[in-house]
């Protein structure tokens, strides 16, 4: 998003309309922010409840009073989008003062950051993907599934899983469009297939890559990768046997500890908490 993008006007919204269309691109996967006016003082073009939102696509929806007021919250929006900062924030400004406007009032907006959920491409659609898809999308992820298996994913399969999205095929043929900065799980049918698909994440250069299988096959695996020519520090990456050692062994207990160390991943504390798992 470039500051061009944002000097537009914004197109006229009631505040039921925006929070319409907040929701209308939160469902389209576009992180938004809104502010709404929380209090006015003296002076103010604007008005308490008046909403306005900024949609990282650049959708500008309604106002918070207009002028200078609502350059400053279209400024703050974007960097708050920018940083994809969670926690809502309280602004107050004094017209005159803080923004050169003639007016003297004071304004009081509060900025609220709306994130779409983070994406997680899963490659096999078996007893353990399907229970891993249950437990990310409980846990705020969205899940993009794939399999070569017309039956792993037949309507009556993912009818169980609603939001997920199903590619028929392997990853190499149907998920080239998903970003590198989405986590990768690997956890096909068959070992020649998840070596597959590993190795097509890792030299696409997926920030996170994990693996289901033993140590036995763990090490076969990053065998198979130094042999390619995969460089040592990208093959130490490999989240393989994946998932945090809670020490489970049914599907449902192996997809909790792949499921709570993407949560970690996401929070930044995935060395931290592999770290506790280890002593």
């Not at 997680?120 to 599934?145: C, D, E, P, T």
């Not at 140590?215 to 989240?239: H, I, M, N, Q, W």
Request: charged content about 25%.
């Amino acid at each position: 998003m470039t500051a061009d993008s944002t000097r537009r006007l914004s197109k006229d919204a009631s505040p039921v309309d925006v929070l319409a269309a907040a929701v209308r691109l939160l469902a389209e996967n576009v992180d938004v922010c809104m502010t709404t006016v929380i209090e006015a003082q003296g002076s103010s073009p604007a008005t308490p409840g008046q909403k306005m939102l900024l949609g990282k696509d650049g959708t500008m929806l309604g106002t918070v009073g207009g002028g200078a007021v609502e350059r400053e919250a279209v400024d703050r929006m974007r960097a708050i989008l920018d940083a994809r900062a969670a926690m809502p924030e309280v602004q107050s400004y004094a017209l005159a003062k803080d923004l050169g406007m003639a007016c003297g009032g004071r304004v009081q907006l509060l900025f609220e950051p709306l994130l779409s959920a983070d994406p997680v491409l899963l490659i096999g659609a078996g007893h353990i993907g399907a229970a891993l898809v249950s437990l990310l999308l409980r846990v705020g992820f969205r899940v993009i599934l794939t399999d070569e298996r017309p039956d792993a994913l037949s309507p009556e399969r993912l009818a169980a899983l609603p939001g997920v999205e199903a590619r028929l095929g392997s990853a190499e043929q149907v998920a080239n469009d998903v970003p590198t900065t989405v986590p990768v799980v690997v956890a096909t049918h068959e070992h020649a297939l998840d070596l597959a698909a590993i190795v097509w994440a890792i030299e696409r250069g997926h920030t996170y890559v994990g693996g289901i299988g033993s140590k036995t096959k763990s090490v076969k695996t990053r065998r198979a990768l130094e042999e390619r020519g995969v460089p040592k520090a990208v093959v130490d990456s490999l989240r393989m046997p994946v998932g945090l050692k809670l020490g489970g062994r049914t599907p449902e207990e192996i997809a909790l500890a792949i499921a709570a160390e993407l949560v970690a991943w996401r929070a930044g504390t995935l060395d931290k908490a592999a770290t506790k798992q280890d002593e």
